[in-house]
T-cell receptor
């Protein structure tokens, strides 16, 4: 099992460009999450999907959109990137909302 | 969810037990205590969780005080690979906070040879 995979690993964008971060899990988990981590900080929840077909805002949703494409995949889109979105983005999944979360390796995004 | 307080950093000698404390004095009866760690630049890794009773798995032990206002994560024989940031998180079980993890600053554990 690969667990949680994320693509790309690194990305550099110019202000105003758009991109989609991809996340997939092969553990048949119902719930998936997107977090961001700024330097020296803990993780902050952007969006989550409790189950296929549902998405909800987390702590810092502004500037992002998500799509739960199917049970395996949960993507995060930046429509118009800003320097404040420079961060490391982690995707996670859990069997259900109340269970432990398993994290991917992260995407390091720089917006110039 | 209840707020947690952890020391910013701790040191431990390799082979010795590492005892990481966490204060969660406002925890409510149905909230769980979770521990995760993050090794440099990697995604967080789940370690252990508990509600009231002490818990043990292949990675660590979790000791929760009887009043549940504090807990201690114990790594019984720390190795250099245990050097990481350790996060203590109180997780709600109902309402809009259900399933969400709120990460604080954590404790930087450095294991020395």
């Amino acid at each position: 099992n690969a667990g949680v995979t994320q693509t790309p690993k690194f990305q550099v964008l110019k202000t105003g460009q758009s991109m989609t971060l991809q996340c997939a899990q092969d553990m048949n988990h119902n719930s998936m999450y997107w977090y961001r981590q700024d330097p020296g900080m803990g993780l902050r929840l952007i969006y989550y999907s409790a189950s296929e077909g549902t998405t909800d805002k987390g702590e810092v949703p502004n500037g992002y959109n998500v799509s739960r494409l199917n049970k395996r995949e949960f993507s995060l889109r930046l429509e118009s990137a800003a320097p404040s979105q420079t961060s490391v983005y982690f995707c996670a999944s859990s069997a259900d909302r109340g269970y432990e979360q398993y994290f991917g390796p992260g995407t390091r995004l720089t917006v110039t | 969810d209840a707020k947690t307080t952890q020391p910013p950093s701790m040191d431990c000698a390799e082979g010795r037990a590492a005892n990481l404390p966490c204060n969660h004095s406002t925890i409510s009866g149905n909230e769980y205590v979770y521990w995760y760690r993050q090794i440099h630049s990697q995604g967080p890794q789940y370690i252990i969780h508990g509600l009231k009773n002490n818990e043990t798995n292949e990675m660590a032990s979790l000791i929760i005080t009887e009043d549940r206002k504090s807990s201690t994560l114990i790594l019984p024989h720390a190795t250099l690979r245990d050097t990481a940031v350790y996060y203590c998180i109180v997780r709600g079980t109902g309402g809009t906070s259900y399933g969400k993890l709120t990460f604080g600053q954590g404790t930087i554990l450095t294991v020395h040879p």
